[in-house]
């Protein structure tokens, strides 16, 4: 409370405006906008969204307290990505095996030293861009397993 005039809140409310009240410090007197956007603007059934919104934010920033909520995003971002690799090299490596499987077509005549050159030359590299998909690249992070909202 700033002198003897009560916060934006308690004034909008026309409540008693105590020494301590903890609305204060984020709706001063000079500037009852403020609270009432918050308070007219944001319906009834949106208040619950927002307090919990509120809530995971605070929990995100306890945990990571440089980052918070954008440390959080970040890492489902990387993860996402991860997993989008990972699918386009399995289905990579099913279109591989069903080219391998296929057979020749009739009309196509390939000289045999010549199909030997271009699997040998294809598939020899495949490996290398393969090996990154392996499990140790996971990214394993404690978060993953705790909850933020609590």
């Known amino acids: 409370m700033g002198g003897n005039s009560p916060c934006a809140s308690c004034k909008l409310l026309r409540r008693r405006c105590a020494k301590d009240c903890i609305f ?10 403020k609270f009432a956007i918050v308070h007219k603007e944001l319906p009834i059934q949106e208040r ?4 919990s919104s509120l809530v995971y934010e605070a ?5 990571d307290p440089v980052y918070g909520c954008v440390g ?10 991860q997993l989008q690799m990972q ?3 399995a289905q990579t490596e099913i279109l591989c095996i069903q080219m391998q499987q296929e057979p020749a077509l009739p009309t196509q005549q390939i000289d045999p ?3 030997s050159l271009l699997l040998h030359s294809n598939f ?4 290398q861009y393969l090996n ?9 992070d404690p978060l993953k397993r705790e909850s933020l909202w609590t």
């Open 72 to 81: 959080a995003i970040s890492y489902l971002q990387n993860q996402v990505s």
């Open 87 to 89: 699918l386009a090299v």
């Open 132 to 140: 990154f998909a392996s499990s140790s690249n996971v990214i394993q």
């Open 24 to 33: 204060a410090p984020y709706f001063p007197s000079d500037d009852p906008h």
């Open 59 to 63: 929990n995100a920033r306890v945990r």
């Open 48 to 51: 619950c969204d927002a307090v």
């Open 113 to 115: 030293d010549e199909k």
């Open 124 to 127: 020899n590299n495949l490996p």
